[in-house]
């Protein structure tokens, strides 16, 4: 059944993706990380994966520019110019290019990286903060053509970066949003059409937004040492999980 053009979703689908978009906002502000992975979970149970990314990035486009507006004055401006530039030359590589690697080796590479950074932050402040973002963003952008949720790489380096949780989320989410916008245009590049699911992603980038500002609200009564732990224990959980599917995929275990 399609529900306001959009293929295969029947309204009471609808209206669950939409609530997910709501939740995974409001998770990914108060914990710093995964939000993004987690709506990417719950569309994959309802999407055929041709439009899950796309439809997904633009979603995420929609949500992180949200929470770019909401928490403007605690992005950490440094980062963005460096950023985009290494996004860009994400953006056409991946357009171009297939990954070689096992998704095995893939996840095994990005739950190790993800780890080491989450418990010795030391290592995401090696050299200048401009040539980290900007090599951040061309890693990013080109896992996020085809793997579409890379907050969780992300998340790590810009915890190491932040003064305190607002400029973590508020960076993140801009970062996330240029992220976005460059796999559009790759995905213009590789010829993706998904407008037909142009309703269901408003709706959802409303509902994201909704979430942005509550979770915005949420922050201010969360402690800083509080935040901190929950975004490690999020982080090494999610890093966990890509490490132990690795090892399944590998058929070492």
Known sequence: MDFLTAPDISPLLFA???AASFITAFVGVVTGAAGGLLLLGVMSMAMSPAVLIPVHTVVMLGTG???AVIMR????????LPFAIGAGVGA???????????????QLILGAFILLV???PQLGRIGAERGRFAVLGFFATFLGVFVSATGTLIAPLVA???????????T???????????K??????????VWSFAPLMAAMIVAGAAGNWIGDSMLLRMPERRFRIVLQLILTALALRLLWGALMQSGWL
């Not at 004055?73 to 963005?80: A, D, N, P, Q, Y």
């Open 172 to 182: 993140l989410g801009t970062l996330m949003m240029i992220t976005h916008i460059a």
């Open 92 to 106: 056409i590589a991946g357009a171009k290019t297939f990954i070689a690697l096992p998704i095995s080796w893939l």
């Open 73 to 80: 004055r605690h992005i950490m401006r440094g980062t963005i």
């Open 16 to 18: 669950g993706l939409v």
């Open 65 to 67: 520019f949200s929470r």
């Open 118 to 120: 989450t418990w010795a």
């Open 184 to 193: 559009l245009a790759a995905f213009g590049v590789i010829g993706f059409a």
């Open 160 to 170: 190491s970066a932040a003064k305190d949780r607002f400029a973590h989320a508020a």
